[in-house]
Nanobody
Framework: QVQLVESGGGLVQAGDSLRLSCAASGRTLSSYVVAWFRRAQGKEREFVAR????????NYADSVLGRFTISRDNAKNTADLQMDSLKPEDTAVYYCAADWTLGWAPVDYNNWGQGTQVTVSS
């Protein structure tokens, strides 16, 4: 199993940017698809973005398309989520997840970080 640790969350104002980072240990991250999910208070965990093992393919939820960018650095065993033009509705706990194959749902991923809180004020 790979261990994942997120960092970079915080409190920002609407329109600001944040960069979340996911650091992996225990296994080489290049063997895994990486995804970001988020869970707002009172809501289900939802898909945000995912990136293929090589980094050549990315997918985004419609709600973040054009504002968020997922990337990875396999040499550093990290994956990032650049979040621009943040909105109050982006407020949530953000989770990094990894697994062998591409998936859209939380159930598709067996390795999770502890999450990092992102709060966007209006």
């Amino acid at each position: 199993q790979v261990q994942l640790v997120e960092s970079g969350g915080g409190l920002v104002q609407a329109g600001d940017s944040l960069r979340l980072s996911c650091a992996a240990s225990g296994r080489t991250l290049s063997s895994y698809v990486v995804a970001w999910f988020r869970r707002a208070q009172g809501k289900e965990r939802e898909f945000v973005a995912r990136i293929s093992k090589s980094g050549t393919n990315t997918n985004y939820a419609d709600s973040v398309l054009g504002r968020f960018t997922i990337s990875r650095d396999n040499a550093k065993n990290t994956a990032d989520l650049q979040m621009d033009s943040l909105k109050p509705e982006d407020t949530a706990v953000y989770y990094c997840a990894a697994d062998w194959t591409l998936g859209w749902a939380p159930v598709d991923y067996n390795n999770w970080g502890q999450g990092t809180q992102v709060t966007v004020s209006s």
